[in-house]
């Protein structure tokens, strides 16, 4: 036996994109590889290695040179431009300590931002979303975020309309077995993009959403795929497609509806017996109150998609048991409300909703949603946090330009607090905030930012305190995604590197040093919590019925095999609705479906008005700032990582086009501006610019071109983004009055080639570290 093999390891471990065996050799991750049984892995695991031991993997705590010499203040403007000073464990906490006790002493625990959004790891210990909130409330409590990047407009708007958000829509939607077996037609809007059905929260050992699909399709399932991007639906599906202009679904929905109500197609039983507002509705569709019927010649106008297409799709929804499917994307758009209400309102015509394969679903496709039910894994417990203050979580740059101002919200009127310190763990905001030149601004207003990351992204280097974490292939841990039924041990694969601790090992020092270390770690190591959330789930799932064995066997075998658990487990199931619908009602007001619902009108906000309507977006294909900026930018999840993880990893490298994010182009649009396949553009609007490397693709309808989201932010001295980050293009504003949720997809842009050599990306150079001055 040579010394190399001695020091080779195996174990296992969970993703957010998967299970994986993964080998280290000398304190180092070589390789990790699918585990067994998963029939449609994720290339993403395998290249994240490199990654882990990359040269800009953070060593030792860092305090910004600029914030260590003069202390906290307000726009330093240093943030993000000036060198780090390494330093010692015991003085980074001593700093971090102090600031958290001054700032709470002189300005309250309002002015300490701990929304701290962002997915973070699989694990459920090391969950740092817990860990932050738990630390935070414990200190007495922070201003938080309600709502996510994902789905705040539908978050908002779907409790008035169905009496439950997305996860009772997802939960009481069709799934894929019954549609399958009852289904005939699918029709998404914004595909059903397989690389999207990757990544799952909390990990997902097999991936079955392809194996669905085909079961489908075999079935004689037929589907339509309503995007500006046909690579949206896999192939396999043979979907019709239907390339509408981006942002315009409302208007393509209300046209289907005026369809079915004036050609009398339309389901009068369950819109009189389990609808309120159908009469209000109706009204709108056919012109009553602004003299305009929604009809197909006034939607073609608006999609581009052809009056008589509407018509056919129109009948072909009466006469087949429908999925009227809605992705996400739809909604992260100014007005984003809108497309939610008009789908499900679409769906209560069509005569499938509340039958078995058919009705509204939301996010078939996403992280496996519509494969199975969900167990829950038992958290970190939290306290209450004692601040009442929040922001919708999209608001953060206003909440930091603008203290003291009021925004309205679902009905209520919220003031922004003064925001001194900003506290980050798990979470990406140079990745996931719009306008990323208004953020850098936004930034430099708090006192004090205090960071935990594993790497030198865009986040760390805008902080002031730099807390390095281990990542997690470095702690042992257990996690159940959402869609799985594999409980899984994480266990640690490598050690972290010598002055890296876990987030836990951060809160837990910061907390003794603040008085309330006993209270956060109860006692407990890291072992001692991973045991007893195990235990807690343990005895959870008991009391459904479900037996498992005890800690040490688990651990020992590495998982447990949970029964696959029924959709729609609370009976709230819209079939219930349908046949009784005084006996089961929805948490609505009326109990109903509400097509008007005179809460919503009551609120009076002219952006989001008491039934689904069509409301111009702030910037489309059909508004005059498309003469300047004539190409609408879809910027969506990335096929190749999760957002900005892993994006120095292998198979996010591979797909570059010299060295930058590919830029889908139609080859009509690159033909006009002189644009070949492999060239480096400039993509750009009033907002800001960064440099793409462009990929032609008969697969994006002409006028559209796809940026996915997640290329490292890496901003040049004049502010361009030398990497590809469509961040720096989108547009920041709530998506109405009613939800403030991003409206990332509302953006205008124009593309034109780089002229001479482009500078080189420095997104994964570390920033430079200086002994501290004298
Ligand atoms: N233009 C545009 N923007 C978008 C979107 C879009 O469609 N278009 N989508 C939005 C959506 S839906 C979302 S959900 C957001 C996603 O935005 P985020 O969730 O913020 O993005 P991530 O890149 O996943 O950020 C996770 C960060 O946590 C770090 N991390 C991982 N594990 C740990 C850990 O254990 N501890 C600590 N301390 N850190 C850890 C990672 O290094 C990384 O920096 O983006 C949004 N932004
Ligand atoms: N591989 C991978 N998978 C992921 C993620 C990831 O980062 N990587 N992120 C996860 C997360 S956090 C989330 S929230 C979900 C998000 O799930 P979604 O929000 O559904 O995903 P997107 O990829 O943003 O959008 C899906 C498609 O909608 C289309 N689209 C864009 N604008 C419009 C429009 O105006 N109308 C119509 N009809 N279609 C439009 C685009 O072509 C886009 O490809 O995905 C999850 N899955
Ligand atoms: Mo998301």
């Known amino acids: ?120 790891s699989a694990g459920r210990f090391h969950h740092p979303q817990s860990q932050i909130h738990r630390f935070l409330a414990m200190l007495g409590g922070y201003t938080a975020s309600v709502n996510s990047y994902s789905q705040a407009a539908m978050e908002v708007v779907l409790p008035h309309v169905i009496g439950g958000g997305p996860d009772s829509l997802q939960e009481r939607g069709p799934a894929w077995p019954q549609i399958a077996e009852h289904g005939e037609l699918v029709i998404s809007f914004g595909g059903l993009a397989t690389k999207n059905a990757q990544v799952v929260p909390g990990g997902v050992g097999r991936h079955t959403q392809r194996r669905w699909q085909r079961e489908a399709v075999a079935a004689g399932v037929r589907f339509v795929n309503v995007s500006p991007v046909r690579d949206d639906t896999d192939p396999e599906l043979g979907a019709r497609w239907i390339p509408l202009r981006p942002g315009t679904d409302t208007a393509l929905m209300l046209a289907l509806a005026h369809v079915l109500v004036t050609e009398d197609r339309h389901d009068e039983d369950f819109v009189t017996r389990c609808c309120t507002g159908f009469d209000r509705f109706r009204d709108y569709l056919l012109g009553g109150p602004d003299g305009q019927p929604k009809d197909p010649a006034w939607a073609e106008g608006i999609t581009e998609v052809p009056a008589a297409t509407i018509r056919e799709l129109a009948r072909d929804i009466a006469g087949h048991r429908t999925v009227v499917n809605l992705s996400w994307s739809i909604q992260r758009q100014d007005h984003g409300e809108q497309p939610y ?33 969900h167990w829950r894994v038992a958290a970190l417990p939290q306290p209450p946090n004692e601040v009442p203050d929040v922001i919708p979580v999209a608001r953060i740059a206003d909440l930091l330009l603008h203290p003291g101002a009021t925004i309205d919200y679902d009905g209520r009127r919220l003031t922004f607090p003064d925001i001194r310190l900003v506290y980050w763990a798990g979470g990406n905001p140079f990745h996931h905030h719009q306008d990323l030149n208004r953020l850098v601004r936004a930034w430099q207003r708090p006192e004090t930012v205090i960071v935990h990351d594993s790497w030198w992204n865009p986040l760390s280097r805008h902080a002031d305190i730099v807390f390095p974490v281990a990542t997690a292939l470095e702690r042992d841990d257990l996690a159940l995604g959402r869609a799985d039924v594999t409980l899984s041990a994480l266990y640690r694969a490598v050690p972290p590197p010598r002055d890296v601790r876990t987030d836990y090992g951060v809160f837990s020092a910061l907390a003794e040093r603040l008085g309330f270390g006993d209270r956060f770690t109860e006692g407990r190591s890291e072992e001692d919590w991973v045991r007893e959330l195990y235990d807690r789930t343990r005895a959870r799932l008991r009391e459904s019925g479900v037996d498992i064995p005890g800690f040490e066997t688990f651990w020992r075998e590495g998982s447990v095999e949970l029964p696959p658990r029924p959709m729609n487990p609370d009976g709230g199931a819209f079939d219930l609705l349908r046949a009784d619908p005084e006996r089961h009602p929805l948490a609505t007001p009326s109990g109903k479906v509400e097509l008007f619902s005179s809460t919503v009108h009551g609120f009076g906000y002219p952006d989001c008005p008491g039934l689904p309507t069509w409301l111009e977006p702030a910037e489309w294909l059909g508004s005059p700032l498309a003469g300047r900026f004539p190409l609408h930018l879809v910027s969506n999840q990335p096929r190749t990582r999760l957002h900005s993880q892993y994006d120095g990893g292998d198979y996010s490298q591979a797909a570059k086009i010299a060295g930058r994010e590919p830029l889908l182009m139609h080859p009509r649009d690159a033909h006009a501006r002189g644009v070949r396949d492999g060239d480096v553009v400039r993509v750009f609007n009033d907002r800001g610019a960064c440099l793409a490397g462009v990929r032609l693709s008969e697969s994006v309808r002409p006028g559209v071109v796809v940026l996915a989201t997640g290329a490292w932010y890496d901003p040049a001295p004049d502010g361009l983004d030398r990497h590809g980050n469509p961040n720096v293009l989108t547009r920041d504003a709530g998506t109405s009055r009613l939800a403030q949720g991003p409206s990332s997809g509302t953006t205008l842009v124009e593309v034109v080639p780089e002229e001479g050599e482009p500078p080189r990306v420095q997104a994964f150079d570390p920033p430079e570290v200086i002994p501290e001055a004298r």
């Open 341 to 373: 209400w008009a789908g499900i309102a679409l769906a209560a015509l069509s005569g499938s909703f509340g039958l078995p394969g058919g009705g509204p679903m939301s996010g078939l496709g996403i992280s496996e949603l519509g494969t199975r039910g």
């Open 1 to 120: 036996m040579t010394d190399a093999d001695r020091t080779t390891t195996r174990t296992t471990t969970t993703l957010h994109w998967g299970r994986y065996e993964v080998t280290a050799r000398d304190g180092e991750v070589i390789a990790l590889e699918p585990l067994a049984g998963d029939p449609d892995h994720s290339p993403i695991g395998p290249g994240m290695p490199r990654v882990n031991h990359a040269p800009y993997r953070i060593r030792q705590p860092m305090v910004r040179a600029g914030w260590l010499r003069n202390g906290p203040r307000r726009d330093a403007g240093g943030r993000g431009r000036e060198p780090f000073v390494a330093v010692s464990w015991e003085r980074a906490l001593e700093l971090a300590a102090g600031e958290l006790r001054r700032v709470v002493a002189d300005h309250g625990n309002s002015a300490i931002y701990g929304g701290s959004y962002g997915w973070g």
